[in-house]
């Protein structure tokens, strides 16, 4: 008897994948390839994505797997993405411009002068969205000022997920969760704000209709299939942006902060409540629309790892183990011996050290970044509890810096609550399986489907002597 399999696309910024997941979310067979944007003719400061290029990497992918697929029988496809990036197509799905990638440059004046269009902080209050340079409304305002024509020729806006489940399907959609990193929906009524389209001079009728995460889009198309190496008539079933499904597949609850733990950090929640006139009064914050309706994902993000990697090579060496740097802050009491590191690095000109003697060490350098990183961390805690309308009693930690179990046990004693670690790295993947598990009608709800997974986590509890073991 064949195994049943969901298989997920992903296309992630430096990797395209493939991946087969079973009804318990364990993974069957996986392929993966590289992925990169492309410089663009006009301006080679500007950068594109090759959409025939992403297809023809999944095709590859897909085309890896066929072997392992032989004793599978593929349920239904689904398609998660990065967000905000998209193109305007015709009536055939034909790119009228290349997409515009969230590395191109040349939005950030758009953002710089939105306030001549719409105030920013009014826009914040609409979409939850923050004023991040590369946001989808920046680009349409950017073509809508450079190429005026090809609004007015365009038959759609598809994000990039939209775009490859039309070249899946023929079917024109949008996926909720990525109009959700627009900047151009009102995230209260989860549907294209009429007053930001308006003042950005943007028609309504360039964003197809909206679908569900586990909603069906349509089935594999022939032509796609025979790409593929795959049976036409495979249900396509929506995910969307990557953000969303991997809250939803690490675990998480509702009102159970998630910490993304690598070079940056990104703290979000899943709420039933925000409060998005006060996002705007915090850098960094912003506000997603969930992968299941009724839900927000308002978060807060900042520099981390990339602090610590920068003091390594400072410091030591670029190469040098982190293990070695741990042992280092070993030897450090709390507190660092009075030295305090604003880790602030890109927007704050008093970031840096205080408090340094001549008895400082490198161990205290490192340790007190340890410890200010956990310091903001438990600043943006306390203040994602005020936009979510919950109180924390425990934190979810997934990404490359959960591996570093001293800087773990520092966040536990600082937020005074319990963390508990998720190792397992496909979080993502995982709830798009879910959800498209949900959509062929296997389980009644994403839920149903996310019950059959076993979840490990290690626990971290608040502790006046942190017990220190390998890490990064």
Known sequence: MKQDVILVLDCGATNVRAIAVDRQGKIVTRAATGNTSELAVENNAWHHWSLDAIVQRFADCCRTLMPKLANCRVRGLTVTTFGVDGALVDEHGKLLYPIISWKCPRTAEVMK????????????????????SFNTLYKLVWLKENHPQLLEKAHAWLFISSLINHRLTGEFTTDVTMAGTSQMLDIQQRDFSPEILQAAGLPRRLFPRLVEAGQPIGKLQPETAQLLGLPAGIPVI????????????????????????????????????????????????????????????????????????WIRKMLWTEDTPWQTLIDAARLIPAGADGVKMHCDLLSSQNAGWQGITLNTTRGHLYRSALEGLSEKLVKNLLTLEKIGHFKATELLLVGGGSRNTMWTQIKANMLNIPIKVLDDAETTVAGAAMFGWYGVGEFTSPEKARAQVSYQYRYFYPQTEPELIEGF
């Open 113 to 132: 002068n939105i306030d001549s269009v719409i105030a920013s902080r009014r826009l914040q209050d609409i979409s939850g969205i923050g004023a991040f």
């Open 238 to 309: 929506s995910a969307g942006h990557d953000t969303q499904f991997a809250l939803f597949g690490a675990g998480a609850g509702q009102d159970e902060p998630v910490l993304s733990s690598g070079t940056w950090e990104i703290l979000m929640v899943r709420s039933a409540q925000v409060n998005t006139p006060l996002l705007s009064h915090y850098a960094g914050s912003t506000c997603e629309l969930d992968c299941q309706q009724g839900l927000y994902n308002p978060g807060m993000q900042w520099l981390a790892s990339g602090v610590l990697e």
